[in-house]
């Protein structure tokens, strides 16, 4: 990078809202962003230190600035918006996004039709969408033609062409799918008040039908018509089903578009409904791929100019989770309580759900790129120089002294490596000595893994508070470890995280994946621990009865267990099993003490 060359581009940049372009020594678009003031904001990419690493090679490629000035910062945002799409910039959000959505047309003809398409034409055909899912149109237009019947020929019925008799009905007539326009058995003005009303149902007000339906019942039950009036009842009992199941919330609430966002490292999840009359008519989730640790802020208002874009989407009004200037034409609202909050958390629902149904595909089709995101988690939320890709965790156990032992759990990549587990007996500590057990173990861990030049882990996890921390580190220092491996100690009763040489403990969010699996690796080695240390005392407990026994010397204990494997099973043998092991004598003896009938 030509430093005096750059700094004389940014020298005259305006102070003006635009948007500006960095290209690299080849003229290849590196990156689109938009500024309220063009030199501020470029002159920042120079003179601060990132600690984003693409950020900072990035700045180091960039050879020529370009900028384009326009009124409001608005207009920025939706160039910059149709520049990333239109380009590509190696260094932007991407928007993971390239389907052709499903639109309703209602064509300009004379009785015109109704139907589903993919391609927007423009010859004057009002087009309505576009719909995430083709399932939502079809689910519509059954709607639409079950309470108006309409024609789905492509005839040109000009009415020279009808009058001529050139036309027949067909058997959409006789099934009374269509009211036959083709030989004027329907009039214009009849059909067209029936397209009028289907529009007012494609933008989600139901209320002109409805009120329109009970009055032709009433009409016709007021004429004794009852067949007529029954088959009306069932369209308005069809399309207030409908209307139930669409509206979730209150029906004053209308032409207001929603926007959430949910993001992790790697992604941003934003999700976009769109409401009218009380009901959702439209919601989508968008996947944006971060490329310079993009704030929530910056991926939301990139992502609220792209939806309202591609849906078209006319809203005065949007209710998101934080203010974003968005410009004067729209009004920005972030609802605290009501109706209008609970519509934004169904939002964040939705895009939390999409983000969970994404890692879950991700496990099963890219299981490196679920690993990568939670490695770089934990390596952001412990503060660590380093993604620990192998994690060890020790936890001691006892019972008042008595049978101490220990365990060590391994975790590579985020899953357990149960071949690498270990058990310790402790060798050197009298009584029930927490801390210097902990020393003890940590110590021969390491001291074993120098010896072997074993890999060293990248993070230590100590069951126990400061006082077990403290311990594990002087074990660390003796070998000449210490600040060579990260290590933390989390406490049981408020899950607090405790680092070395600091007071204050570290409290993660109860949802974080870094202290989910930090659960996991102390919960596996209590449950390692536990099992090993029970083991243990049943086998002692076992072998320290046969021993009690008068008359019964080690050997004839050991001859026991070698067959019958345990003292349970010694006690429940018959006197002539026991005879023909260890003779008439012993066998007595087992006999007597464990009430064994000979």
């Not at 409904?273 to 944006?288: A, F, K």
């Not at 007071?503 to 202290?515: R, V």
Request: hydrophobic share 35%; proline share 4%; net charge positive.
């Amino acid at each position: 990078m030509d430093q005096a060359s750059v700094k004389l581009q940014i020298s005259t940049l305006p102070d003006a809202p635009g948007v500006y372009q960095y290209y690299d020594e080849a003229g290849k678009l590196l990156y689109v962003g938009k500024a309220k003031n063009l030199k501020k904001r470029v002159s920042s990419y120079f003179t601060k230190q990132h600690d984003n690493g693409r950020i900072r090679v990035m700045v180091r490629k960039i050879v020529q600035i370009k900028h384009i000035v326009v009124e409001t910062e608005s207009d920025a945002l939706l160039l910059e918006n149709n520049l990333i799409k239109n380009q590509q910039p190696r260094y932007n959000v991407l928007l993971k996004d390239d389907k052709t959505y499903p639109w309703i047309c209602i064509k300009k003809e004379r009785f015109p039709r109704v139907f589903p398409t993919r391609r927007v034409i423009k010859d004057g055909s009002e087009y309505f969408g576009p719909y995430t899912s083709m399932k939502t149109v079809h689910t519509l237009l059954d709607l639409i033609r079950g309470l108006y019947p309409l024609r789905n020929c492509n005839y040109d019925l000009a009415q020279t062409k009808i009058d001529a008799g050139k036309y027949k009905v067909c058997l959409e007539f006789h099934l009374g799918n269509c009211l036959g326009p083709c030989e004027n058995k329907y009039s214009e003005d009849q059909y067209n008040q029936n397209i009028d009303a289907i529009r007012q149902i494609i933008k989600g007000n139901f209320k002109d039908s409805i009120g329109r339906f009970k009055q032709q019942m009433k009409d016709h039950a007021a004429a004794m018509e009852f067949e007529d009036a029954q088959r009306i009842k069932e369209k308005l009992t069809v399309l207030e089903n409908y209307q139930a199941k669409s509206t979730i919330v209150n029906p004053k609430i209308n032409n207001v578009d929603v926007c959430s966002i949910v993001s992790d490292e790697s992604y941003g999840y934003v999700n976009f409904l769109q409401l009218s009359y009380g009901s959702i008519v439209r919601s989508h989730t968008l996947e944006m791929k971060k490329k310079l640790d993009e704030s929530d802020e910056e991926l939301l208002s990139l992502a609220v100019v792209e939806m309202r874009q591609r849906f078209d989407s006319q809203s005065k009004e949007i209710y998101l989770p934080f203010k974003l200037d968005l410009g004067d034409d729209i009004k920005v609202h972030v609802p605290k309580m009501g109706d209008k909050k609970h519509i934004l958390d169904l939002s964040i629902r939705n895009a939390k759900y999409y983000r969970m149904e994404r890692f879950k595909q991700t496990k099963i089709t890219d299981p490196n790129r679920h690993e990568n995101r939670i490695m770089a988690q934990m390596k952001k939320d412990l503060r660590l120089s380093e993604e620990p890709r192998h994690i060890e965790c020790f936890d001691n156990s006892n019972i008042q002294g008595t049978n101490p032992v220990a365990a060590c759990v391994v975790f590579k990549n985020g899953k357990p490596s149960k071949r690498d587990y270990r058990k310790f007996n402790i060798k050197t500590v009298v009584g029930p000595d927490d801390f210097a057990s902990m020393e003890e173990v940590v110590y021969r861990r390491y001291k074993r893994l120098l010896e072997e030049e074993q890999p060293l882990p990248q993070l230590i996890v100590i069951d126990g508070g400061k006082g077990q921390l403290s311990s594990a580190l002087k074990a660390l220092e003796a070998l000449d470890l210490r600040g060579k491996i990260a290590i933390v100690g989390i406490a049981k009763r408020l899950e607090e995280l405790f680092f070395p040489d600091d007071p204050i403990p570290l409290y993660l969010d109860k949802k974080s994946e870094t202290l989910r699996i930090i659960q996991q690796l102390r919960n596996e080695a209590h449950r390692f621990g536990i099992t090993f240390h029970r083991d243990k005392r049943s086998k002692e407990a076992l072998e320290t009865e046969l021993e009690t026994i008068p008359g019964i010397g080690e050997k004839t204990v050991i001859t026991l267990l070698q067959h019958f494997k345990s003292a349970k099973r010694v006690r429940n043998a018959t006197f002539e099993e026991l005879e023909q092991l260890v003779g008439v004598s012993k066998a007595s003896l087992i006999a007597r003490h464990f009430n064994i009938t000979p």
